[in-house]
């Protein structure tokens, strides 16, 4: 089970994001509403991941990362953008974000953006049981 800091500064969007990563049994450790808040929760906290948002009141999620990222080159961040940001997010991944994630997220999206950044979470297709037929059967 992941620890995750939810950054953006819809309250919708942070509530939807809850709901999606505790469907996937991982644990909400905080929602902040903008970058001054993320850090603050990132460094009291030390969450496993964070989804973070780019734009925002206050400081963005680029400055955001910039900061995290200064004090825990380590730590492992998934932008949440819309359609149009290219750029930002071209701009967060340099500044050391590991991923990104178009809105709407949606339960799927999160699934497979958590799988990429921690492959241990991916869901194993070949874990379906498999059916053999065996000699009794013909």
């Not at 500064?9 to 902040?32: P, Q, Y």
């Not at 009141?57 to 400055?63: K, N």
């Not at 359609?83 to 949606?106: D, F, N, R, W």
């Not at 799988?115 to 869901?123: D, G």
Request: hydrophobic share 40%; net charge negative.
């Amino acid at each position: 089970m992941l620890k995750v800091l939810i950054v953006d500064d819809s309250l919708i969007i942070r509530k939807k994001i809850t709901k999606n990563i505790e469907k996937l049994g991982h644990k909400v450790i905080f929602a902040a509403q903008n970058g001054k808040e993320a850090i603050e929760a990132y460094n009291a906290k030390k969450p496993d991941l964070v989804t973070m948002d780019i734009t925002m009141p206050d400081m963005d999620g680029i400055t955001a990362v910039k900061s995290i990222i200064k004090d825990d080159p380590k730590a492992k961040i998934i932008m949440v953008t819309s359609h149009g940001q290219e750029e930002m997010v071209i701009k967060s991944i340099q500044a050391g974000a590991v991923g990104y994630m178009l809105k709407p997220i949606t339960e799927d999206k999160l699934l497979q953006s958590i799988a990429e950044v921690f492959p241990e979470y991916a869901k194993d297709e070949d874990s379906e049981e498999l059916y053999l037929l065996d000699d009794d059967d013909f």
